[in-house]
């Protein structure tokens, strides 16, 4: 069974689920960045898949589309696709197995998230994105806002970049930067 076989089964799955039509158009475009014919360049030897390689395609092609119904919907479909090559044995894993699926609509919940995942561990702006499902620049102007403290307490938090890594520092514990962030929605949602 060919790739392009494997493909248009796997096309075929989503012609009766709530799939819409401009989310199926993005993942054929995504899919036409992969050789109709072959996986073999995903591999780097025989049975060695670049999960590296297919997580920032992937990465890429996500923080390239503007609208957050778009995405979570193309993401979806695109981990299903992966699961769909792993379980049909055409690789040796699923690529993205692990991957955060979420696609966070509100500027609040991904200053959030982006707070509580550098918390732990430095973390590079690639990581981020791969967290987030932002473009560079999207990434960089959430950064911004965090280090100019919009929306949480700008005297208690600190986030730099340093040797291509994001690090935070801050000394209010996470649970208050959290209420804040849900206040900071209410009166945003009160006002409109």
């Keep these: 069974m060919t790739f392009e076989i494997l493909v248009t089964a796997f096309l075929d799955q989503f012609i009766n689920t709530k ?13 036409t960045k992969i050789d109709e014919k072959s996986l073999s360049h995903y591999f780097t030897s025989p049975g060695v898949l670049n999960v590296a390689k297919i997580r920032r395609e992937v990465t890429e092609y996500i923080c390239s589309l503007y609208s957050y119904p778009v995405k979570r919907d193309t993401l979806e479909a695109i981990f ?3 699961a769909f090559l792993y379980s049909s044995g055409k690789i040796p ?7 955060d699926r ?5 500027e609040e919940s991904r200053r959030l998230k982006l707070i509580e995942s550098i918390r732990a561990e430095p973390r590079t702006i690639e990581q981020l994105q791969q967290i987030l499902w ?3 620049r999207t990434l960089q102007s959430i950064l911004g806002d965090l280090q100019e403290g919009k929306g949480l307490f700008p ?14 520092f801050c000394r209010v514990n996470p649970v208050f930067l959290a209420f804040n962030v849900a206040m900071n ?7 409109n």
């Design 80 to 82: 299903k696709l992966w």
């Design 155 to 168: 005297w208690e938090i600190e986030v730099q970049t340093k040797n291509k890594k994001v690090y935070y």
């Design 185 to 191: 929605t209410m009166i945003k949602m009160s006002q």
């Design 102 to 106: 979420e696609v966070l609509a509100s």
């Design 134 to 136: 932002v473009s560079e």
């Design 93 to 99: 894993l699923n690529p993205l197995e692990g991957m």
């Design 19 to 31: 799939l819409n039509k401009p989310c199926t158009a993005d993942l054929d475009s995504y899919l």
